[in-house]
């Protein structure tokens, strides 16, 4: 099993650009999830989903989109990238929405210039 | 709202010289306390969960404990590659996912 990727993980955007980050897993997960870690900051949540066709917003939604069209996969799209985005992103994955043990990712470290 | 502080922000040991961080937390209807270990440019891995008070669970020289109010993660007879941050998080039922604190940055001097 690879566990949960993400791709990539370096990116930089100038403001106003828009992208998409790739998160997928391979261990039938049901619950995925979005952080944003920030220096001085714990990580935050962003969205989340607890199944195929089902997403919902965390504490930091606003900026990002979010779908969620098969188990495996879950990206998530800035439409607008500004420069408060820039961070490093975490995808976490479980095996059901009451299975607190998360996995993550390896991160992807975004800068908005 | 759910809040978790860390302390100390920072701690520097020798190899061997046992230590303890410390997860403070406020939350209503915790359902489970987790320990995760971060290594520079590094998801979070997944160290311990613990659901309730009195509960204790040890892996190699780490041991992670609850009470209600807080958890402590021992660290015993550190070796250098103990080096990371240590972060703590929370989840109350019904919650979207974890509350995080901001972590201990662990150093292990050889």
């Known amino acids: 099993n690879a566990g949960v990727t993400q791709t990539p993980k370096f990116q930089v955007l100038k403001t106003g650009q828009s992208m998409t980050l790739q998160c997928a897993q391979d261990m039938n997960h049901e619950y995925m999830s979005w952080y944003r870690q920030d220096p001085g900051m714990g990580l935050r949540l962003i969205h989340y989903?607890?199944?195929?066709?089902?997403?919902d917003q965390g504490e930091v939604p606003n900026g990002y989109n979010v779908s969620r069209s098969t188990t495996e996969d879950f990206p998530l799209r800035l439409l607008s990238a500004a420069p408060s985005q820039t961070s490093v992103y975490f995808c976490a994955s479980s095996y059901s929405p009451t299975s607190y043990e998360q996995y993550f990712g390896p991160g992807t470290r975004l800068t908005v210039t | 709202e759910d809040q978790v502080t860390q302390s100390p922000e920072a701690l520097r040991l020798q190899e061997g010289e046992s230590s303890s961080l410390n997860c403070s937390y406020t939350v209503s209807g915790l359902r489970g306390l987790f320990w995760y270990r971060q290594d520079p440019g590094k998801g979070p891995e997944f160290l311990f969960t613990?659901?309730?008070a009195g509960e204790e669970k040890e892996k190699e020289r780490l041991k992670a404990t609850l009470t209600k109010k807080e958890s402590f993660l021992h660290i015993t007879a550190p070796k250098p590659e103990d080096s990371a941050t240590y972060l703590c998080a929370v989840i109350r039922g019904g919650a979207d996912g974890l509350t995080f604190g901001k972590g201990t940055h662990l150093i292990i001097q050889p």
């Open positions: 613990l659901y309730s």
């Open positions: 989903s607890v199944g195929a066709g089902i997403t």
